[in-house]
């Protein structure tokens, strides 16, 4: 397999693997589940810091767009697309400077 259909195919089985939701049911993280994989699929200190999974409240309220308490495909797509950028700002250079409230620079909330 290709990297990309690496990244990509692994991002679903992830997701679903973690959801653990029935069939017939939209798959979907609570609280329980997304620290699980948080504690268990990230294992760099950058992105471990970017994310703590000892804050769980914290975090889903980042993650949980829609505001039914639990994380879908789309917002867990978001969530490491935001590490993905905040990995690449790291590696580049650009921002994720720590000084200024630390989490701002990859954050892009809309
Ligand atoms: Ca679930
Ligand atoms: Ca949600």
Do not use: W
Request: hydrophobic share 25%.
């Amino acid at each position: 397999m290709a990297r990309l259909d690496q990244v990509i195919t692994t991002m679903v089985d992830i997701f679903l693997e973690y959801a653990n939701d029935g069939e017939g049911k939209k798959p979907k993280l609570n609280k329980e589940e997304l620290k699980k994989v948080l504690e268990q699929e990230i294992q760099s200190p950058e992105l471990k810091e970017k994310i703590n999974a000892d804050d769980i409240e914290e975090v889903m309220e980042m993650l949980d767009k829609n505001h039914d308490g639990e994380v879908n495909f789309k917002e867990f797509c978001r969530c490491v697309s935001d590490l993905a950028k905040c990995y690449y700002s790291k590696k580049t250079g650009k921002g994720g400077k720590k000084g200024k409230g630390k989490n701002q620079e990859c954050e892009q909330e809309d």
